[in-house]
Antibody
Framework: QVQLVESGGGVVQPGKSLRLSCAAS????????MHWVRQAPGKGLEWVAV????????YYADSVKGRFTISKDESKNMLYLQMNSLRLEDTAVYYC?????????WGQGTLVTVSS | AIQMTQSPSSLSASVGDRVTITCRAS??????LSWYQQKPGKAPKLLIS???RLQSGVPSRFSGSASGTDFTLTISRLQPEDLATYYC?????????FGQGTRVEIK
């Protein structure tokens, strides 16, 4: 079955960097676009970024453009989110997401806390 | 970016009531609108894609419709397990955008 497992969250100071990972299994990783979605504590969902199936295109929310980079390693079935210049408002649970015709698959999320 | 305006932000209804939640897109998004249900502490669950396509396993009391750039999620007979926050999502173009969410409470 499809499984997505995020890791890499933690507490980080403003201005610092963090890399999130998402381990994918149970499907052909190279055939699907992969997304990151986040949710600040007590707030709504915010779409963050996508990498298309072959990695040729990446798109970002305006709030993270220029600071975050999405990437993937197909040899390892891993999705990444490199987060630089972190801000207090980046504090959130970060989910990875696969969209398919048969429906969505979400990870359990990893919490990133930006705090001084 | 396309703005999605969702209303109401919260509602309280009785078991068996008909509940409607609306999202308005700031521009034409064709039928590229999905609805999610999120329960506390859980990842969102896709209920409906492409405006009205009910996902496998989702109860038939959930339905989606559209009129122009206004999209509606309807719960025909509210059940206790429907206590959750509901979000719309436009997946017409990037950046995708979610509505602000509607918290559904049971009276």
């Amino acid at each position: 079955q499809v499984q997505l497992v995020e890791s890499g969250g933690g507490v980080v100071q403003p201005g610092k960097s963090l890399r999130l990972s998402c381990a994918a299994s149970g499907f052909s990783f190279s055939s699907f676009a992969m997304h990151w979605v986040r949710q600040a504590p007590g707030k709504g969902l915010e779409w963050v970024a996508v990498i298309v199936y072959d990695g040729s295109n990446k798109y970002y929310a305006d709030s993270v453009k220029g600071r975050f980079t999405i990437s993937k390693d197909e040899s390892k079935n891993m999705l990444y989110l490199q987060m630089n210049s972190l801000r207090l408002e980046d504090t959130a649970v970060y989910y990875c997401l696969r969209r398919a015709m048969a429906g969505d698959n979400w990870g359990q999320g990893t919490l990133v806390t930006v705090s001084s | 970016a396309i703005q999605m305006t969702q209303s109401p932000s919260s509602l309280s209804a009785s078991v068996g009531d008909r509940v409607t939640i609306t999202c308005r897109a700031s521009q034409d998004i064709r039928d590229d609108l999905s609805w999610y249900q999120q329960k506390p502490g859980k990842a969102p669950k896709l209920l409906i894609s492409a405006t009205s396509r009910l996902q496998s396993g989702v109860p038939s009391r959930f339905s989606g419709s559209a009129s122009g750039t206004d999209f509606t999620l309807t719960i025909s007979r509210l059940q206790p397990e429907d206590l959750a926050t509901y979000y719309c999502l436009q997946d017409y173009n990037y950046p995708w955008t979610f509505g602000q969410g509607t918290r559904v409470e049971i009276k």
